[in-house]
């Protein structure tokens, strides 16, 4: 696993498609005022000042740091990270993967009997596919987590902990005493708070798993019908679309809570 010490922030923030994107703009930028003489090199110099302002404050956010370490936790890139995830997953969980993969392989079937010249479209529809799939176990994965920690505790006993400990603080004299249980009382909000953002994002990585499922099962019933890719409306371009966005939410999950333990959570215990 790779370690916080070894992930080199400024390079992940200069690689980043959005930045890349950013530079490849400037480069064209650039050349399309370069009729006028002193406009390219106005271009250049601020385009180049504000990448340098973006490298020098971005590598050191929190938030992006949190978001690269998902990233390497749970990337979806090698094929070897999902066959753990789905050896690892509820045989329940396994069987909704295995019968999404199917409708995949189902829909590169009918793709097969599309003409030749449709073949570009269509390898590029099942990119995408192949990558909700990766993003769809990813989502099992998580969400299987999450239900074993919501299993493993409980918002009532913590705030009926909280409620006994109160109590005792203000029957308590003892200021040694005192400090020490605002301290565990401290720790027991933490707790609750951890918990209930635990349920909120078992929620969002449901969500995502049904809207995967939606989108998968969309692109088999036209496939079913349409003589050629491009029959596909908007719609379901703009369904990926937003998936592909909100997908963002699951890579800052954060994994710090009991019994697992991973890089985020030494990252915020650092920060702590």
Not at 68 to 84: A, I, L, N, P, W
Not at 106 to 125: E, Q
Not at 155 to 170: F, T, Y
Not at 171 to 177: F, I
């Given at each position: 696993m790779n370690t916080i010490q070894s992930i080199n922030y400024p390079r992940e923030a200069f690689l980043h498609p959005l930045n890349l994107a950013y530079l490849m703009l400037l480069s064209l930028a650039a050349f399309f005022v370069s009729g006028t003489p002193w406009m390219p090199t106005l271009v250049i110099t601020l385009g180049l000042g504000l990448e340098l302002l973006y490298l020098g404050t971005v590598p050191t956010m929190p938030l992006f740091r949190r978001h690269?370490?998902?990233?390497?936790?749970?990337?979806?890139?090698?094929?070897?990270?999902?066959?753990?995830q789905f050896h690892q997953l509820h045989p329940d969980y396994q069987k909704r993967f295995l019968s999404l993969r199917r409708l995949?392989?189902?829909?590169?079937?009918?793709?097969?009997?599309?003409?030749?010249?449709?073949?570009?479209?269509?390898?590029?529809?099942?990119?995408?596919l192949e990558k909700l799939l990766a993003e769809y176990i990813g989502h099992l994965?998580?969400?299987?987590?999450?239900?074993?920690?919501?299993?493993?505790?409980?918002?009532?006993?913590?705030?009926?902990?909280?409620?006994?400990?109160?109590?005792?603080?203000?029957?308590?004299?003892?200021?040694?005493?005192?400090?020490?249980?605002?301290?565990?009382?401290?720790?027991?909000?933490?707790r609750l708070e951890k918990f209930q953002m635990a349920c909120e994002?078992?929620?969002?990585?449901?969500?995502?798993?049904?809207?995967?499922?939606?989108a998968i099962r969309y692109v088999y019933e036209k496939s079913l019908t349409m003589s050629?890719?491009?029959?596909?409306?908007?719609?379901?371009?703009m369904l990926l679309a937003e998936l592909e966005e909100?997908?963002?939410i699951m890579q800052d999950i954060e994994d710090n809570l009991p019994p697992t333990y991973t890089v985020l959570s030494d990252m915020e215990t650092r920060q702590a």
């Open positions: 690269v370490v998902s990233r390497r936790e749970y990337g979806f890139k090698e094929s070897d990270t999902e066959k753990q995949t392989e189902n829909v590169k079937g009918n793709f097969a009997h599309m003409p030749g010249s449709s073949r570009p479209l269509t390898d590029h529809l099942t990119k995408r994965y998580q969400r299987q987590r999450y239900d074993e920690y919501l299993n493993f505790a409980s918002s009532d006993s913590i705030r009926i902990e909280i409620r006994a400990l109160e109590k005792d603080l203000r029957e308590t004299s003892s200021s040694r005493l005192r400090e020490v249980r605002q301290r565990r009382l401290a720790i027991l909000n933490r994002k078992a929620l969002v990585s449901l969500s995502q798993c049904e809207t995967i499922e939606d050629h890719p491009d029959d596909i409306d908007s719609q379901l371009d909100t997908s963002v």
